[in-house]
């Protein structure tokens, strides 16, 4: 295990083409190179566990918050777009010094399968994707937005943030700590504490996302560069019909299932998921895309 003091974080602003991202890496130096994108109303701290680790083992790590989220801007005017998402992460995937490893949860998958189907050469060397299908149950995802949308007037505390959030996950152990509450939250002027993103994001990106599926589902039987899914047994995101309908778009991924894991896949089971990403990583080399054949994966 590399000692992971050599490897301060840096965390830098990256402009893209109307506002600045917050962006964190882990051992700059490292190879290969991550690129972790997160979920819809997450931040980059949500792959704080995963990105230490695998730096730790000679990875470069490069996180970040995605626009509306975090520490990054909000947009002017409050209009967001996933077609937005998706160049910005381009832009902060052909800056990195090699193409990366993307791995991206739930709508950071989403973004990374549009892009990796669509653009030529991919920008990625490959793709991880966390808890995510083109096509994805409904449910979950209402069951996710209701939550988002469940406390417009903030909390009076951060005990009040952690008690509301060991209700949603109650397959978690640790109850949040005021630490841990820090980022994900801000003050307003009334005091109050409120969530990280842009409530305008509710009115955007959610309600293109229904539409963008077709689209979602074209591209993934475009992509020819290696991919896994890890998806969640307890998820109510992804099922196994949606995971069998992905295999059949992309016949050359690979999938694996977290037995204990929800869709908060990297949170739920860290240990499992980081061992997972670590063990596609280290098998890539040996990896080939058939360009010629649906990419079927041969050793």
Known sequence: MVNLSHFPETIARFPVADLSLAVETRNPAGRPALLFAHGFGQTRGAWNGAAAALAGVG??????????????????????HMDQFADDLLRLA??????????????????????????????????????????????????????????????????????RIAGYLPQRRERKSEEQLRPLLREGADGRLRWHWDTA???????????????????????????????????????????DEFLQLVPHAQHVELAQATHMVAGDANDAFTREVSRFVQNLDSLSVDRRHAGAVQP
């Open 59 to 80: 990875c470069r790590c490069v996180t970040f918050d995605t626009r509306g989220h975090g520490e990054s801007e909000r947009a002017t005017g409050g209009e967001y």
């Open 94 to 163: 052909l800056a990195q010094p090699e193409p990366p490893i993307l791995v991206g949860a739930s709508m950071g998958g989403l973004l990374g399968m549009v892009l990796a189907g669509e653009i030529r050469p991919a920008p990625f060397r490959a793709l991880v994707l966390v808890d995510i299908t083109p096509r994805w149950e409904t449910a979950g995802v209402e069951r996710i937005l209701a939550f988002m949308q469940a406390h417009p007037d903030g909390f009076a505390d951060y005990a009040e943030a952690a008690d």
């Open 201 to 243: 994001l509710l009115a955007g990106v959610v309600h293109e996302s229904e539409r963008y599926q077709p689209r979602l589902q074209a591209a993934a039987a475009k992509i020819d560069i290696p991919v896994l899914l890890l998806s969640g047994a307890r998820s109510d995101v992804v099922s196994r019909a949606t995971v």
